[in-house]
């Protein structure tokens, strides 16, 4: 188990964490997890069930307020690529009013999508390195996200990102 510190709560040390500020650290990254693995799978419904009703996603440039937006935005992005998210170095924070904020590095890969494709896909390289930042609060259903905010910092091959 990697040592414990009070600025960095690894996925895994929830089990050996104490109190329940750190638990909610834990929920809060295994949240944005959760987000990525849904949006790779294309399960549109599950992402937007960890938004607030108002949540906010600052995505490819464009602010999407609200259920009708994010999903519009996730209907256009259906079937075009196979796309992997890989999250690394969450850290996280807690702010006033129960807020929590998590700020990672995400990893894009992209392949364009073929209904019969076969794993492993041959990719070039990544697609781009975002740093992503999470704000949630308690909610209906533990924590919810009211922002997302991905900044792209690397783009590869020239790919437009």
Not at 78 to 104: E, I, K, N, W, Y
Not at 121 to 133: D, I, K, R, Y
Request: hydrophobic share 40%; net charge negative.
């Amino acid at each position: 188990m990697p040592p414990m510190n009070d600025n960095v709560l690894f996925l895994d040390d929830h089990k050996h964490a104490p109190g329940s500020q750190s638990v909610s650290e834990w929920q809060c990254a295994n949240l944005l997890a959760r987000f990525f693995h849904y949006l790779d799978e294309q399960r549109h419904d599950d992402v937007i069930a960890l938004f607030t009703p108002e949540g906010r996603w600052h995505r490819q440039g464009r602010l999407l307020v609200g259920d009708y937006a994010i999903r519009a935005a996730l209907q256009v992005r259906a079937g075009r690529d196979f796309v992997r998210h890989v999250l690394s170095a969450p850290c996280v924070s807690s702010g006033r009013d129960q807020r929590m904020t998590v700020q990672a590095a995400v990893t894009v890969y992209a392949a364009p999508w073929d209904p019969q494709h076969t794993l492993p896909l041959v990719a070039t390289g990544p697609h781009q390195v975002l740093n992503t930042t999470a704000t949630m609060v308690p909610g209906r259903r533990g924590f919810e996200i009211t922002e997302l905010i991905d900044t792209t910092v690397f783009c590869f091959n020239a790919t437009p990102c």
